[in-house]
């Protein structure tokens, strides 16, 4: 069974940096597209970038320039740095994991960015 552990997140000023990390248990991770998602309060969870198993990926209009996704599959890590980050950037990040039926989360963890 596939599990996720979100690391990284917590208080940054508006213009900083933050690196979270994603780290998955089980032998599917190097064929799973990997993503990160996030959720501020009272909105809907929305994409953030995605890391497809061929490399691939897919970003945010909103975080384009700013974020970037990458993978390790020695490690099973995900990885989304976040530059110039912006108080609109405050949100719950969630790690997600899709491979053929199996879709996993993890438990999330909290980047608030302070103005």
């Known amino acids: 069974q596939v599990q996720l552990v979100e690391s990284g997140g917590g208080l940054v000023q508006a213009g900083g940096s933050l690196r979270l990390s994603c780290v998955a248990s089980?032998?599917?991770?190097?064929?799973?597209?990997m993503g990160w998602y996030r959720q501020a309060p009272g909105k809907q969870r929305e994409m953030v970038a995605i890391?497809?198993?061929?490399?691939?990926?897919n970003d945010a209009d909103s975080v384009k320039g700013r974020f970037t996704v990458s993978r390790d599959n020695a490690k099973n890590t995900v990885y989304l740095q976040m530059n110039s980050l912006r108080p609109e950037d405050t949100a719950v990040y969630y790690c997600?994991?899709?491979?053929?039926?199996?879709?996993?989360w993890g438990q999330g963890t909290q980047v608030t960015v302070s103005s």
């Open positions: 997600n994991l899709k491979f053929r039926i199996t879709n996993v």
């Open positions: 089980g032998s599917i991770f190097s064929i799973a597209d």
């Open positions: 890391m497809f198993r061929d490399g691939t990926t």
